[in-house]
């Protein structure tokens, strides 16, 4: 069956555009996870969702950054005004339940360069 | 706050070679471990997991073991090949529900 896939591959915007970032979990996971990864170093959590509610947001830098799951499959990373800071890999990853006996797939990954 | 440190960040080492891949979290309250491994370019995928009752985890040619207690995880991997030749990722899950906490990796090359 079908992985955890991610789109776009790569995008490149400019300082203080919009951007958004789509996430095709497994079919039938309800949990979903959005981490970011910098050059060298592991991913960092952003967001949690379990089914459509975002269960634990903590790690989302500030407020320019934003995520959805309304249907409780896709989900849709939002990034406003970006920097070049916001510039790195974001990787989505889902697992059945969110357990902790559960194993998380990722994604390839989406490389963002804000220029 | 959790941390995950990974040493060494760096190894190369010939073919056939047994190497040991070290990790170390600073709080011990964790439900899991993970070993993951990167290639360039692509997402993570699981090697391991090691549940926080559990001492160890096997494989195939890999062995995850576990001490909570002194908070250390090792990665052993037997006959090292240069299909192994990756960044291999230790994450914790302090959150119950699987929020990893990541270490920097420690990017191998397995050279023939």
């Known amino acids: 069956g079908a992985g955890v896939s991610q789109t776009p591959s790569n995008k490149v915007t400019e300082k203080g555009k919009y951007v958004e970032l789509r996430c095709d979990p497994i079919?039938?996971?309800?949990?979903l996870y959005w981490y970011r990864q910098s050059l060298g170093q592991g991913p960092e959590f952003l967001i949690y969702?379990?089914?459509?509610?975002?269960?634990?947001d903590s790690g989302l830098p500030n407020d320019r950054f934003f995520a959805v799951r309304p249907e409780g499959s896709v989900s849709t990373l939002k990034i406003q005004r970006t920097e070049r800071g916001d510039s790195a890999v974001y990787l989505c990853?889902?697992?059945?339940?969110?357990?902790?006996?559960?194993?998380?797939?990722f994604g390839p990954g989406t490389r963002l360069t804000v220029l | 706050k959790q941390e995950v440190t990974q040493i060494p960040a760096a190894l190369s080492v010939p073919e056939g070679e047994n190497l040991v891949l070290n990790c170390s979290f600073t709080?011990?309250?964790?439900?899991?471990l993970q070993w993951f491994r990167q290639d360039p370019g692509k997402g993570l995928t699981s090697l391991l997991l090691i549940q926080s009752s559990q001492r160890e985890q096997t494989s195939g040619r890999l062995n995850a073991s576990l001490d909570k207690s002194s908070g250390r995880s090792t990665l052993y991997i037997a006959a090292s090949q240069p299909g192994d030749s990756a960044t291999y990722l230790c994450?914790?899950?302090?959150?119950?529900?699987?929020?990893?906490?990541f270490g920097a990796g420690t990017r191998l090359a397995v050279h023939p």
């Open positions: 709080d011990s309250a964790i439900y899991n």
């Open positions: 079919s039938g996971h309800t949990a």
């Open positions: 969702f379990q089914g459509t509610g975002a269960a634990d």
């Open positions: 994450a914790v899950n302090s959150g119950g529900y699987n929020k990893l906490i």
């Open positions: 990853a889902s697992s059945l339940r969110g357990g902790s006996t559960d194993t998380q797939y």
